[in-house]
């Protein structure tokens, strides 16, 4: 068994015993072969309002805007767009090039976007309060004594016109 065939069998032996989830192997960059999943299919109504999280993830696609676009297309409008990504811009020239480093041999390479960057992956999104910002800093429910500025992220609902 590979890695990613234990991923997944993990991920069924923890989540799907009593119904509500289901665990698909499949790569981010097809959304349409996820989502027409028979056991996705089971679970969700796509006519109805869905949240898809795309935490920490699209820093690892070169064309994320596109995943988001057919990702919508797929959803009913009302439908909430969770994304956060790693940011360059508080990020020592140094430290970028060792995160790019440590990825550069993997499956999955790192892109280091700027915020601008990550900003316009909502275009075409309505964005929720507090908008596109440090995730430790999105509404949160204590105090906090940090910034995080590395991962930013926000919450987009789409109302159907991209
Ligand atoms: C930093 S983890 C984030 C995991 C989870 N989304 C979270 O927020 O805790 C990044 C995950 O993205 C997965 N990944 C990277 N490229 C992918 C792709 N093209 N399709 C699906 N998953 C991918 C990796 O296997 C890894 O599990």
Redesign the pocket.
Known sequence: MDR?EL?VTHGRALLTADGVAAVVP?????PRA?TGDLGVRALLDFNRPAAV?????L???DAPAGIIAELCRLLAPGSAVVI?HACRNALPDEVEQEVVEVFADT??PIALRTAEEIRTLFDGLDVAAPGVVPVAQWRPDHDLHYESPQIIGGVGTWRGRL
Not at 26 to 30: F, I, K, N, T
Not at 53 to 57: D, K, Q
């Open positions: 990613d991923v499949g790569d981010l960059r097809d996820i999280l795309l935490t920490a993830v820093h690892f696609a956060s499956d999955t």
